[in-house]
């Protein structure tokens, strides 16, 4: 059992969640920004305002990855440090592209591979407001891939360019239900705007457009002198049936995948969206034009994935409302016989299940023909984390075996297989804002102090990832 001898391994973060300095050198407000304002929003009332701190700690950030051995980084660049309104009319903020240069120049003098993440949820709250954001395709696609040009023209050194991170977070979440930025949903007690059921689609749809304009002025302009590639990540959980003598339970599993990543991933692979959703959609699932499929098809040059967990999956019968988004389906922890899917912990969404990862490597690599897949997101919060004092919480041995199981799946998958996995980032290199989970959430591999001037604690997890690897990757 091994992985490719060039594997890549590392750590991954995103702007909002770590950077701070909200306001610091004329970075404009995000959806983020306004969205944690409001009363309710977050959990315990807090914001990305300081977060980590990260903006002004770039140097330590860089001496924690170079002491845990990484050789590799994903972090995501903050649109509104770049151009504080957004739009391809707006002033540029220099000062916010030379954070990023020099951040790139650093990491690269210190032997680590940046992966850059261009929208990592952030969207510029000036666009939201001048054109409804996500939910204008013609002025979100071309401001988004004025701002891509931007970065691809700043930073010719970075050569793994990620478009867009989770757009079914974006577009579920923040367009039907309203759980994340900007909160539209159809529920009136959450929101006075908003449409559960059409929304979503056309945001995804726009996504698309704007990552297969992104993608074809890299090819275009960019990758003939700088030589990268360019991808989109997506999450999404392993299925197993609730029943699996129920060949409905069985069918459901590949139909949950279906609406969770194949929304995005078979237009980008085969350019039209999954019959299943076709079939249950109807028109509320835009068509694509001619032009737009030859845009979108063929628009990866790596598959980037994020995956946490795993479900027991139950059909339902009849017909679905109008506002969901599973696919007919309920997602369970325990199947028919009672079998627990895996452990609990502080996120009600998450339980560890391995074998789900290798699983999930196997039915993207069957479905998409083997591309080369980078696994951009992948770690665990641990139960009752934040309230356990500090020699606990460095302890973190769930976390640990966390990582060891999915990392040995990986390896399987990759050695057994034939899964053409090249690198893992693990989420996150430290605790940081969790986006509506605010603060009580940690994900880190490192403890991060709030209420200490942002002090950083890496936990046993942090130290545990090198030898891990050193394990797994084979030697020339």
Same mark, same amino acid.
């Given at each position: 059992?091994s ?16 950077e ?5 050198? %004329?970075?404009g ?10 009363p ?9 305002a300081?977060a ?17 051995g990484?050789t ?9 440090r ?9 002033p540029?903020?220099?000062?916010g592209?030379?954070h990023?240069v ?7 003098e ?15 709250d ?7 954001g996500?939910?204008? $395709? ?9 701002y ?16 867009f ?12 239900? %309203?759980?994340? &930025?900007p ?9 006075p705007v ?33 030589g ?12 197993l049936?609730w029943?699996?003598?129920?060949? &409905?339970?069985?069918e ?8 969770a990543?194949s ?10 969206y ?36 795993a479900?027991?999956i ?7 409302p ?19 899917? %895996? ?12 074998q ?21 997101e ?22 640990? $075996? ?8 990986m ?30 959430t ?18 046993k ?5 090198k ?10």
């Amino acid at each position: 059992m091994s992985l490719p001898k060039d594997f890549k391994w590392g750590f991954a973060t995103a702007a909002y969640q770590i950077e701070g300095s909200a306001t610091e050198d %004329g970075r404009g407000p995000s959806i983020w920004d306004t969205f944690c304002a409001i009363p309710g929003k977050i959990a315990d009332g807090s914001s990305g305002a300081v977060a980590c701190d990260s903006y002004r700690r770039t140097k330590e950030d860089i001496e924690l990855l170079k002491s845990l051995g990484a050789t590799a980084y994903r972090f995501s660049i903050s649109w509104s440090r770049i151009i504080p309104l957004g739009g391809r009319n707006d002033p540029i903020n220099q000062k916010g592209i030379d954070h990023y240069v020099k951040f790139v120049d650093d990491l690269l003098e210190a032997g680590i591979e940046p992966f850059i993440t261009l929208f990592h949820w952030d969207l510029p709250d000036a666009l939201d407001k001048r054109y409804g954001g996500l939910l204008n $395709k013609e002025e979100f696609s071309a401001d988004f891939e004025n701002y891509a040009r931007i970065m691809f023209k700043a930073i010719p050194k970075c050569k793994h360019w990620i478009t867009f991170n989770e757009p079914w977070c974006s577009s579920i979440l923040g367009y039907n239900s %309203g759980y994340f &930025a900007p909160g539209r949903t159809s529920d009136r007690s959450k929101s006075p705007v908003g449409d559960s059921a059409r929304e979503p689609w056309i945001v995804g749809h726009n996504i698309l457009i704007a990552h297969g304009k992104a993608v074809k002025a890299y090819r275009d302009d960019f990758k003939p002198t700088q030589g990268g590639e360019i991808g989109i990540t997506l999450n999404g959980d392993a299925t197993l049936p609730w029943d699996p003598e129920d060949p &409905a339970d069985v069918e459901a599993c590949d139909r949950k995948i279906e609406f969770a990543i194949s929304w995005f991933a078979d237009p980008i692979y085969f350019g039209h969206y999954p019959e299943s959703m076709r079939k249950q959609l109807g028109d509320r699932l835009p068509t694509f034009t001619p032009e737009e499929v030859a845009l979108v098809k063929g628009s990866n040059d790596f598959y980037g994935m994020n995956h946490y967990t795993a479900n027991y999956i139950k059909h339902k019968k009849g017909v679905p409302p109008e506002d969901d988004f599973l696919g007919n389906l309920e997602t369970l922890f325990y199947n028919k016989h009672g079998d627990c899917i %895996g452990p609990e912990t502080q996120s009600f969404w998450l339980r560890p299940h391995a074998q789900g990862f290798r699983d999930l490597l196997n039915w993207l690599s069957k479905r998409y023909g083997y591309p080369k897949i980078y696994v951009t997101e992948n770690g665990t919060s641990v139960k009752g984390e934040n309230d356990m004092p500090l020699e606990q919480i460095v302890e973190d041995d769930f976390r640990v $075996k966390y990582f060891h199981d999915y990392v040995h799946a990986m390896a399987r998958a990759s050695a057994e297989d034939g899964v053409n996995v090249r690198a893992y980032l693990a989420w996150s290199l430290m605790d940081n804002f969790e986006w509506a989970e605010g603060y009580e959430t940690r994900f880190g591999v490192t403890y991060v102090d709030y209420a200490n001037d942002q002090k950083r604690y890496p936990k046993k997890s942090a130290r545990s990832l090198k030898p891990l690897f050193d394990s797994l990757i084979k030697k020339d």
